[in-house]
């Protein structure tokens, strides 16, 4: 699955989709609205409302997870096994994803009851009363006869006794990860009020090899860590991607035969064209919001400025001209601003300017040395990498306010956000081994985890929600 747009049945014609008799599961795909579509569904009923900034009150929320349920028990193409144990399988995707957020602490579907198919518009609330649960996600999956798969996935609040937000996707066998991911997405934004994110992909530099010849392959996998593929051979050295905002393409920097060029991989296609190439050092290709510009930073006579250029293909444009190094800009969410690292001032500190290089201003003044900002995709906040000593991930204001540390180690660089601005992700470098792995942390700091990956990883690079 590339940049294919994931089909979506009607939320609510769920109702009628597994009824008390369970005569039949099969809602008929509607074209158009999404799950998030759907987040408002009974809004006005009762539940929970508001933000995630008070987090201790969404922490002790006991959400219980059950085994989606299934009508008949019959093979799939999957690689999860049949309709019984793909159920088990699309339940454990969900409440992983609910657990590692760091906002719930949902449980099961382990050591839960099972529900059976006829039971997920229908729960026993009393069952869940006694086990503390304060809501209940239920679902089911069913085979059709093209092998596609049927996902419903229900909401329900256990103390007031109603359901809370429903939705259902059709997918094909290589995707039920994806409707797992949606229902999670579903439920974090009912609960927490937030923006969904689960269902996204992150590209990253796959590492291998001793510490002073490693080899840098670019590579892409799910949010979290799922579904991880190749996309080029390690004979070129790959740097710093990212993804378009449409996901149909990446953009990223590679080292063939000594001189950098920065392409444009085509996930459709497996191909990839040719933006920019110089015999002068290039660094940190980044797509402005609408992906229709690339930012980039190259170094002519010792002095590296920022330049923009179309992604189809044109004449760049020179956007700063200072003595020294101005590298790694980053668009604001509305495309009017760029955020970048300069050490015109003697040290690496973050500046911002307008899209079109007007207006150069600093905006680090708290000590040390600040690099490779990203801004955030609320545009409340840029991360950052701060030197003092030991790398650490920070967080500022766009003003540069407020700055404040989301990690503590020795090397943690590069941040990047989850689509919904409350996650950032980085790589971190083991001491001695110079070993780099992917870690994320969310805005308080304190939920903090390793993303598995099959050799090392840095550079990631988290794309948006997929549609």
């Not at 939320?11 to 408002?40: E, F, N, R, W, Y």
């Not at 996902?151 to 290589?174: E, I, M, N, R, T």
């Not at 994320?440 to 990631?460: F, I, W, Y």
Request: aromatic share 8%.
């Amino acid at each position: 699955m590339t940049s294919r747009s994931l089909p979506f049945v009607l939320a609510l014609a769920l109702t009628a989709a597994v009824p008390a008799a369970a005569q039949d599961a099969s809602p008929a795909p509607v074209a158009g609205p999404t799950p998030q579509a759907d987040q408002g569904l009974n809004a006005d009923e009762g539940g929970l409302t508001g933000s995630v900034s008070a987090d201790a009150a969404w922490q002790d929320l006991g959400i219980a997870i059950t085994t989606f349920a299934t009508d008949a028990d019959v093979p799939t193409q999957t690689n999860a096994g049949s309709t019984a144990a793909l159920g088990r399988a699309l339940s454990a995707v969900v409440a992983s994803d609910l657990k590692n957020n760091g906002l719930f602490k949902p449980s099961g579907p382990d050591g839960l009851p099972q529900p059976a198919f006829a039971q997920v518009q229908t729960p026993d609330y009393g069952t869940w009363a006694t086990r503390n649960a304060d809501m209940l996600v239920q679902g089911y999956v069913r085979a059709g006869g093209d092998g596609n798969l049927t996902v419903g996935c229900y909401l329900y609040d256990v103390k007031l006794k109603q359901q809370l937000a429903k939705a259902g996707w059709q997918v094909s066998p290589g995707d039920w990860r994806r409707a797992a991911h949606k229902c999670a997405d579903m439920v974090y934004s009912r609960l927490s009020g937030e923006s969904p994110f689960f269902d996204s992909r992150i590209a990253y530099i796959a590492e291998t090899g001793p510490k002073g010849h490693r080899m840098k392959r670019l590579a892409v996998m799910d949010s979290d860590g799922a579904n991880m593929r190749y996309l080029t051979s390690g004979q070129a050295t790959a740097l710093t991607p990212r993804y378009s905002p449409d996901y149909s393409k990446i953009l990223y920097l590679s080292f063939l035969n000594g001189e950098p060029s920065i392409y444009i991989y085509d996930l459709a296609t497996d191909t990839q064209r040719l933006l920019v190439r110089s015999k002068n050092p290039t660094f940190a290709p980044r797509w402005s919001p609408d992906g229709k510009w690339v930012l980039y930073s190259m170094a002519i006579a010792g002095n590296t400025d920022i330049y923009k250029i179309p992604s189809v293909g044109g004449q760049a444009q020179k956007l700063t001209d200072s003595p020294g190094i101005d590298i790694g800009g980053s668009f604001s969410p509305d495309g009017g601003q760029i955020v970048f690292e300069s050490d015109r001032s003697g040290s690496q500190q973050i500046y911002v300017m307008n899209a079109d290089g007007s207006n150069q201003h600093r905006i680090s003044f708290f000590g040390g040395r600040s690099a490779t900002p990203e801004w955030s995709p609320r545009g409340d906040q840029i991360a950052f990498t701060h030197i003092a000593g030991n790398l650490r991930i920070a967080v500022m204001t766009p003003s540069g306010q407020n700055m404040r540390y989301l990690t503590d180690s020795w090397q943690d660089e590069a941040p990047t956000w989850s689509p919904n601005g409350r996650i950032v992700q980085f790589f971190r470098t083991a001491q001695n081994s110079g070993t780099a792995s992917i870690w994320q942390v969310d805005l308080t700091g304190r939920n903090e985890r390793k993303l598995p990956t099959p050799v090392g990883a840095s550079d990631p690079a988290w794309g948006p929600v997929r549609q």
